[in-house]
Nanobody, 117 residues
Framework: VQLQASGGGLVQPGGSLRLSCAAS????????MGWYRRAPGKQREPVAT???????NMLDSVKDRFIISRDGTKNTVSLQMNSLKSEDTAVYYC????????????WGQGTQVTVSS
């Protein structure tokens, strides 16, 4: 399984960015895709995930500002990030995992999001 992420960059506080990720390869039909992030000096944390069935989980600090969506036919997932804050600055990683299958996590290469004036 390969994950190709795009988007990210530098934006001012209050601005918006969109991350996209496309999965390819041997992908299980029942899966969960989403985004994690790692801020400087902090551990990696899940930001938003969405299952192939459409169930969504969001980090509390972003649920009123970020929107996750996916196109199941294309195995792509997107994260629309609005009202960005400096604390959103991090490297964002695309992720996919087969539901109910251990050791089936795959990660994208990471994309930098910097929120700064």
């Amino acid at each position: 399984v390969q994950l190709q992420a795009s988007g990210g960059g530098l934006v001012q506080p209050g601005g918006s960015l969109r991350l996209s990720c496309a999965a390819s390869g041997n992908i299980f039909s029942n899966n969960v895709m989403g985004w994690y992030r790692r801020a400087p000096g902090k551990q990696r944390e899940p930001v938003a995930t969405i299952t192939s069935g459409g169930s969504i989980n969001m980090l509390d600090s972003v649920k009123d500002r970020f929107i996750i969506s996916r196109d199941g036919t294309k195995n792509t997932v997107s994260l629309q990030m609005n009202s960005l804050k400096s604390e959103d600055t991090a490297v964002y990683y695309c992720w996919i995992k087969a539901l109910g299958l251990a050791d089936s996590d795959y990660w994208g290469q990471g994309t930098q999001v910097t929120v700064s004036s």
